[in-house]
């Protein structure tokens, strides 16, 4: 796992009415500090990749379809450079997966509908000062995006 990476289960709590799922609490070992939640979605088979932040740590889950969360580490005094990590997240493995600083990471829609993803982030978002870098989705970071039949 890269370093800095973590993963917690989400816990889903069906009942007559629906279900329930506490995504991130303010007591979770994970938890790193507030800025904002937003959602972002992506139709099947659409890649929204790479992009990575200097200061801001992100905590994606998918809460509709399922999507291949995809992080590479090229952090220059990283013991885990040049790792990547692939995490599948949505209805059939609800799980949080934190991102921490200057890892790269993007996703791809691998359901039949189109996928919603929630991301919680420690910073708010700067419209005047981003705290964003982007690649583009293909041909720069070492991964193939496309469908593996093993």
């Known amino acids: 796992m890269i370093e800095g990476v973590k993963v917690k289960s989400l816990k889903v709590i069906p009942d007559d009415r629906g279900r329930l799922a506490e995504i991130l609490r303010v007591d979770d070992d994970i938890f790193e500090g507030f800025g904002q939640v937003y959602y972002t979605t992506a139709y099947p088979g659409v890649v929204k990749a790479w992009h990575a932040h200097r200061f801001q740590t992100d905590f994606i889950t998918c809460i509709h379809g ?11 005094s990283s013991p885990t450079k040049g790792e990547i990590n692939e995490f599948y997240i949505g209805i059939y493995n609800p799980i949080l997966v934190k991102i921490p600083p200057l890892v790269w990471h ?10 919603i993803v929630i991301n919680i982030i420690t910073k708010p978002y ?18 193939d995006w496309s469908r593996k039949d093993r």
């Open 106 to 115: 993007g996703f791809k829609n691998i359901g039949l509908e189109e996928a």
């Open 126 to 143: 700067n419209h005047e000062n981003p705290d964003e870098l982007r690649k583009p989705a293909h041909g720069v970071i070492p991964y």
């Open 66 to 76: 399922m999507i291949k969360l995809v992080l590479y580490d090229d952090r220059e």
